[in-house]
């Protein structure tokens, strides 16, 4: 609820949006003129601020008056039709959490450096070939640029490394893992599904990563030091080339869930069994024709199913 103190100066912030509407036409994906009563739907407040939805609206612009609105905190402009952000939306110096996915976007204007307390941000589903460099001076902690056209990762993405613990990269034109991406110290989660990665680099090994999904890429083999990544809890190799498991896998004692479908792999590792804490191992599709002793005395959540799909 907004606080009754501030809901007449509010409500005449709203009049004012709304009256920029009509007279620049500004419509939602029904085409209905965007009154009061619209505006005051979009918007929730919390006890640090406005949040604002605005997604799902097919808009192509958003008013300029949204501006007055100085505390807005979270932004969500997900679905909609934007070919640009617009440089004064980035008069929200309090906004932690922006969503912008799936619009048109191709690059962030310079002014987006003001928005210093900027933590998460979603640019899945644009058209951007590189990771704006505007990012790169923000103390981001989850950064969503997957459905892009990313084909090469710049170097002062190192720029991120004390704060970003979330990174998703899926679904872009990948060909490889940069070696950078090692000094992302604080990272938990790596996502490079969907890509056309070959190798993942050994320095990669010396992040303490929870979740990693490399899904349908063209990965043949694994690092070999794969075991100092002790604190895997979730790695998804799906749809790969895999000929085979290193036994260092056999070592991530944390590990819960693996993820093998699709690939070459004709065994596991006799040391399967050695993986105390697997609740989910998924196997389907390979070349696998029976199983080891090892494995079967895994405790998982459901029995590793016959080997009907494996050839």
């Known amino acids: 609820m907004i606080d009754k103190v501030d809901r007449l100066i509010f409500d005449e912030l709203l009049k004012s949006l709304s ?10 994906r029904d ?8 505006w005051r739907d979009r918007f929730s407040s919390t006890p640090e601020g406005y949040v604002l939805d605005l997604s799902n609206q097919q808009l192509t612009q958003i008013p300029f008056s949204i501006r007055q ?16 952000y617009a440089a004064f939306l ?9 969503d912008l996915s799936f619009n048109n976007l191709q690059h962030l204007p310079v002014q ?6 900027l933590r998460s941000i979603n640019l899945r589903g644009n058209l951007f ?27 002062d993405i190192v720029n991120l490394a004390g704060n970003l613990n979330y990174l998703n990269l899926s679904s872009n034109k990948l060909t490889d893992i940069p070696d950078i991406i090692a000094d992302l110290k604080s990272l938990k989660i790596l996502d490079l599904s ?26 043949t083999k694994l690092p070999l030091n794969i075991e100092n990544m002790y604190s895997l809890k979730i790695i998804n190799l799906r749809d790969n080339h895999l000929h085979e498991i290193p036994e ?37 599709d390979n070349q696998i024709r029976s199983i080891t002793r090892s494995a079967k005395k895994l405790k998982l959540d459901k029995k590793i199913p016959k080997l009907k799909k494996n050839k």
């Open 19 to 28: 009256i920029e509407c009509i007279e620049s036409n500004i419509t939602n």
């Open 31 to 38: 085409g209905e003129i965007l009154d009061v009563d619209y």
């Open 69 to 84: 609105f100085r505390d807005i905190i979270e932004l969500r402009l997900s679905n909609n039709n934007l070919s640009e």
């Open 90 to 98: 980035c008069v929200f110096s309090s906004l932690r959490s922006l």
């Open 112 to 117: 987006f450096l003001n928005l210093k307390k």
């Open 129 to 155: 070939r590189r990771i704006p460099n505007e990012l790169f001076n923000l103390s981001i902690e989850y950064m969503n640029i997957s459905n892009n056209n990313l084909s090469i990762i710049s170097k």
């Open 194 to 219: 969907f890509n056309q990665i070959k190798s993942i680099p050994m320095r990669i090994t010396r992040l303490q990563l929870e979740k990693v999904f490399i899904e349908s890429n063209l990965l």
């Open 248 to 284: 260092g896998i056999c070592r991530l004692i944390n590990l819960e869930e693996l993820y093998l479908d699709g690939n070459e792999l004709s065994e596991l590792p006799d040391t399967i069994g050695n993986l105390i804490n697997l609740k989910i191992i998924s196997i389907a």
